[in-house]
C-alpha cells in the first residue's frame, strides 16, 4: 500500500503522469458502474427474462385424457369457491355450494335446466390454456423431493395471460404471476396452482387477490357420467 501511495505522488509531478491518473480514476469509476447496472438486471423482474418458454419434464396425458377426480379451489378477494366432481371425456358431474352440476361437453345443467358456467375464471381451468400458458412462460425453479414429487415453478406476465386468454394486448409493468405444477413419483401432473395477484390487479372482477388450486387423482378410475 505505501509503495502504492508513492507512485501515485510520483505520477502527480508531472503533466503525463497526472493524465495516467485522470483516466484511471474514470476506468475504475466507469468499471463499478458496469458491474452495479449488471447486476440489477439479473436480479430484477425484466419482462423479457420471464416471457420466454422453457422446457419442462412432466406427463400431462392423464389429464388430457379427461378421466379423473378433482377438486377446483378458486379464492377471489378472500371469497372461496370449491367445486368437486368427476370428468370422463369431455362430460362432467360436479358440486358447488351443496348443488349437483352436469355438463355435457356444451352445456351445464342443474336439476335438468340449462344454465349458465358456474365456473369463475373458467379459463384457467380449461387444461389447453393451462398448457399454453406454461409453453410461454419461464420455468423460475423445479424442485425434486425424496417423496418422489416435484415442484415446478413458472413466471408469466399479465401482459402474456392477457394476450394468450384474452385477446387483449396490454402493456403493464408488473411483479409476474406465478404457476407451481406438481407432479407425482411417475412425474403425472396431479396439481396445478395460479398465483394470479398482479393479474387480479387488472382485473375489473379482482380486486387484491386471487388464487386458482386445480387438484385432479384417480386417474382412469371414473365410470362413465350419466346426467342426473
Known amino acids: 500500500m505505501k509503495q502504492f501511495i508513492e507512485l501515485i505522488k510520483e505520477l502527480r509531478k508531472t503533466p503525463r ?26 436480479t430484477g423482474y425484466v419482462e423479457k427474462d420471464y416471457e420466454v418458454g422453457e422446457e419442462a419434464f412432466f406427463n400431462t396425458a392423464p389429464i388430457v385424457g379427461g378421466n379423473y377426480h378433482f377438486i377446483y379451489t378458486i379464492t377471489k378477494d378472500n371469497i372461496k369457491y370449491v367445486y368437486e366432481g368427476d370428468r370422463d371425456g369431455n362430460n362432467e358431474l360436479f358440486t358447488l355450494n351443496n ?9 351445464y345443467y342443474l336439476d335438468n335446466k340449462e344454465v349458465d358456467n358456474p365456473y369463475i375464471y373458467s379459463d384457467f381451468i380449461n ?10 412462460a419461464m420455468l423460475d425453479y423445479k424442485t425434486d423431493y425424496r417423496s418422489g414429487i416435484t415442484k415446478y415453478s413458472f413466471l408469466i ?8 386468454i384474452n385477446n387483449k394486448e396490454t402493456d403493464i409493468d408488473e411483479v409476474p404471476n406465478n404457476i407451481i405444477i406438481n ?28 388464487e386458482i388450486n386445480l387438484s385432479y387423482d384417480k386417474f382412469g378410475e371414473i365410470e362413465e357420467i350419466v346426467k342426473k
Open 17 to 42: 503522469g497526472k493524465g495516467i491518473l485522470f483516466f484511471a480514476f474514470y476506468f475504475i469509476v466507469f468499471l463499478i458502474l458496469f458491474i452495479v447496472l449488471s447486476f440489477s438486471k439479473k
Open 183 to 210: 407432479s407425482d413419483e411417475d412425474s403425472i401432473v396431479n396439481e396445478i396452482t395460479y398465483h394470479l395477484d398482479s393479474y387480479c390487479e387488472y382485473d375489473s372482477n379482482c380486486k387484491d387477490k386471487l
Open 157 to 164: 406476465s399479465s401482459n402474456t395471460i392477457n394476450s394468450l
Open 127 to 136: 387444461f389447453n390454456n393451462t398448457s399454453l400458458l406454461i409453453e410461454n
Open 99 to 107: 348443488k349437483t352440476y352436469y355438463y355435457d361437453g356444451n352445456k
